[in-house]
């Protein structure tokens, strides 16, 4: 019998750079490749997976920000009917527990692009939005693994993530990002197709992903999961305010958290925002939530550090970060 948890673990990562990666995954899951695809294709259509594709390290082949709107609660749906409308903006969360309720993550390929988005948001809804570029990562897409025991993440096995250079890219590069942010498709052949999109040859495709895979550019290779269609529908977004001579050693010790799925330090924006560091925990319920949080915090020596925790209550868009558009919704 198939066990989906176990072959999802298994594909998010390490997709073969191959003629015929499918057949290749196929045959170590015991499975055809047919049998895969039509797998794949079936929870593509139904969104339980975003796309198979390339995760790309943040801020190095463009640029990112966290930005945030103070929204009455009436208007909520409206204003996030509206943040999600822009191409650039490529997550759009609602979430409780903070004057600032709406939470979204914007990408381009040069910062004077992100700062029209931003100055576009602002048009569009009347509010200005917080901007909290990333500092610094500490652990950050390598994966969401679902084969474990309440949650609980085996870190023997997925570490943490490795800090990369930024890198320059060519226009041949960016037509291949682009060509790579909506997904391979589920073909048998899927490079193939990649190549004539961007107007590459196949073996200069595959070379530049295996260079990029081994120098950080491409966190991982593999499928991006929605996560609360397996079942994780709960999360928090968990912020502090930590003294800048100790935020790296104490996200570096809460990156380590078997419960933290994202981890990271952003700039701060006094007085509106004064927290720099920043964890995501995911739970199967609101029960199971809370005692992480606790868990959490006390392991990480943050009970006494002033924080705030923000709620997830409704997910209005998710999918990659677009890095290769150039010119803002």
């Not at 170590?28 to 975003?50: F, M, N, P, Q, V």
């Not at 200069?204 to 120098?215: F, G, I, K, Y």
């Amino acid at each position: 019998m198939l066990n989906e948890q176990s072959l999802y673990d298994q594909l998010q990562r390490g997709f073969p750079l191959q003629p015929r990666p499918y057949q290749a995954l196929a045959a170590k899951a015991g499975l055809c490749e047919h049998a895969l695809l039509t797998l794949l294709a079936r929870d593509l259509g139904s969104g339980r997976i975003s796309r198979v594709g390339a995760v790309f390290a943040p801020n190095v082949i463009g640029v990112s920000t966290l930005g945030a709107l103070s929204v009455p609660p009436a208007q909520l749906d409206r204003v996030a009917a509206r943040v999600s409308a822009c191409a650039a903006v490529s997550h759009n969360y609602a979430r409780s527990g903070h004057r600032y309720n709406l939470w979204f993550v914007a990408g381009a390929r040069e910062r004077v692009t992100l700062d029209a988005t931003l100055a576009s948001i602002s048009d569009l809804t009347g509010l200005a939005p917080l901007d909290l570029p990333m500092a610094r990562e500490y652990h950050i897409d390598l994966g969401f693994p679902l084969a474990r025991q309440h949650g609980v993440r085996s870190r023997r096995r997925a570490g943490l993530a490795a800090p990369a250079r930024a890198v320059a890219l060519d226009e041949d590069d960016w037509r291949l990002v682009a060509a790579l942010e909506a997904g391979l498709p589920l073909t048998p052949r899927p490079f193939h197709a990649l190549a004539r999109q961007a107007r590459l040859g196949v073996p200069q495709v595959l070379e530049r992903l295996a260079q990029w895979s081994a120098q950080g550019v491409i966190r991982r290779l593999g499928v991006v999961l929605r996560h609360g269609r397996f079942g994780y529908r709960h999360n928090a977004m968990c912020v502090w305010d930590v003294a800048d001579g100790r935020v790296d050693a104490i996200g570096l010790r809460l990156a380590r958290q078997p419960r933290v799925t994202l981890c990271y330090r952003r700039e701060r924006r006094l007085p509106d925002w004064p927290y720099n560091l920043f964890a995501m925990i995911h739970a199967r319920s609101a029960q199971e939530l809370q005692p992480a949080l606790a868990q959490v915090r006390a392991a990480a020596g943050l009970e006494q550090v002033p924080g705030s925790v923000l709620v997830g209550t409704h997910c209005y868009k998710q999918r990659g970060t677009r890095y290769a558009i150039q010119v803002p919704a």
